[in-house]
């Protein structure tokens, strides 16, 4: 069963006709809802493309976060094959909300990492709901250290409110191990492909999406600062979310026209929690892609270009 958001009522209403009449047929074969269960799905596909059509930044907000939107286990799954999990940062604990290992894309070797937030109680408590403490940040510094040894290409997946702000977290270094990791990946000698799954926040996404190519899902957000923390801080009311999303330009298609992504994926029609398989192919689609562009570039050229890309963020505005 799909989590509706509240702007998603349209549908949720006609989804639930739907189902009933396919209950109803069900317990009498008699009864032929065919046609009205076709003319309806034909409404709900409309209406969906109505809705996702015209979201605003606080809605797009919304179906980032949503529960059922595909996670980084999701992605690992499909995109990549003889995926070996590395655990640990070797100076003080495992951290599963970034999780990180080698295997192999499309034939290719590549490392990987990713944050990733849990689908149940269970899990989130796991994986801290995405928001990686310090020794994550170091252990995707280790896989990136790796990788830049041996050549292999680096696909991080970002989906993470933001670093976890707890006191041990700063006790054991988190400004630093972000700092790191991000000055790791401005240093890699091999590609880096970032994409923004879900939530990319604050430092907590940079430190691992500072790439060659930086790519958002259409329904993905990318900020500084989440719209409650942005709220809390202007106007001391974390209620104004909403309207400080609609001003801190956290949509794919604002940060495309800023400069700070390269290019939007496109999601299916309702969000890429109605269809895992598309959105996740469609992501592999777009990193093959990058990835064949910079084949053939050296070490030096990749990360010169990687530096230069930041450089010029704001360059022209």
Known sequence: MINYL???KPISDLEGKIHELKKLKGEDQSIDT???IGRLEIRVREAMEDIYSKLNPWQKTQVARH?????FVDYAARLFTDFTP???DRKFSEDA???AGLGRFRGQPVAILGQEKGSDTKSR???NFGSPRPEGYRKA?????MA???GLPVVSLVDTAGAYPGVGAEERGQAEAIARSTEMCLNLKAPLISVVIGEGGSGGAIAIATGNRVYMLEHAIYSVISPEGAASILWRDSTRAKEAATNMKITASDLKGLGIIDDIIAEPIGGAHRNHEAVIDRTGDTIAGALAEMAGQSGAELRGARRQKFLDIGRNL
């Open 6 to 8: 509240d702007f998603e």
């Open 141 to 145: 510094i280790r896989i990136m250290e």
């Open 125 to 127: 408590l796991k994986h």
């Open 97 to 99: 909300a970034i999780q």
């Open 148 to 150: 830049d040894r041996f």
């Open 67 to 71: 529960p059922q939107r595909p996670h």
């Open 86 to 88: 590395l655990a640990g």
């Open 34 to 36: 065919s046609e009205e």
